[in-house]
């Protein structure tokens, strides 16, 4: 399905962004190229995956032409950062890391992906956001904004680049089951499962196979949209 095809994920270690990885490894993408924070996060079962060590917070020092000196057919922003604290006690380093990271980041991997779509006519582009950009959250007011931001910056780039045949997206997971999950107790699950209309959990699959799908020419008439995968959690 993606034949000849790059893709770069952020965040490619974590659950979401290596379920990406290993979708796209099985339909068939040419190469696949990621970013971590530390290299030794690495699975020996990732040696497919091209991983680059980078600090996203501090991204506009990096010359990101000598790091991926590639064409890049699909955009995945999936890393991302949060510091939960209620906002009164929420420090300026806790507000400017998380947005740095989940929102800044970003700009300076698109200037750099886009114009290499633009050349060639031809990309997608996935934000990987969150169900508390439209819901809110108390204790995240930082990662919510971060996310929240994403809609709107979707929506501008849809508009700009649509007649270059370049996607943009978003999906929006709800609760999906990860290693944090798995360290709640009964009462907590039940909590959560509790506010769900499907009574389950996500896993990182689902979030890949709408990635999947956003990327695939299924999806060429779908731009500047937020995919919801949530088990109708949030209805919006």
């Known amino acids: 399905m993606f034949k000849d095809k790059n893709l770069l994920v952020t965040g490619g270690t974590g659950s979401i962004g290596s379920s990406i990885c290993n979708y796209f490894n099985n339909n068939g993408c040419k190469d696949i190229y990621s970013t971590t924070t530390n290299l030794n996060k ?6 497919y995956i091209k991983f680059k060590e980078i600090n996203l917070n501090n991204i506009e020092n990096i010359n990101l032409d000598e790091l991926f000196d590639i064409d890049i057919d699909f955009l995945v922003l999936n890393a991302g950062l949060n510091k939960d604290n209620i906002f009164l006690r929420m420090s300026s380093e806790d507000w400017n890391s998380v947005i740095n990271v989940n929102l800044n980041s970003s700009f300076h991997l698109l200037k750099y992906c886009v114009k290499k779509m633009v050349k060639k006519k031809f990309g997608r582009i996935v934000f990987i ?10 204790g995240q007011a930082n990662y919510t904004a971060s996310k929240a931001a994403i809609s709107g910056l979707v929506k501008s780039l849809a508009l700009e ?3 270059r045949n370049i996607t943009v997206n978003s999906i929006a997971p709800g609760f999906i089951s990860s290693n944090m999950t798995d360290k709640l107790n009964d009462d907590q699950k039940n909590a959560i499962l509790g506010r769900i209309p499907m009574k389950k959990l996500g896993n990182s699959d689902d979030i890949a196979k709408a990635v999947g799908f956003l990327c695939s020419e299924n999806a060429n008439y779908i731009t500047g949209q937020t995919l919801h995968v949530n088990g109708g959690l949030a209805l919006i």
Not at 129 to 138: E, F
Request: hydrophobic share 30%; no cysteine; net charge negative.
């Open 42 to 47: 690495v699975r020996d079962d990732q040696a």
């Open 129 to 138: 956001s969150s169900v508390v950009a439209y819901t809110g959250n108390p």
């Open 161 to 163: 680049l649509s007649s």
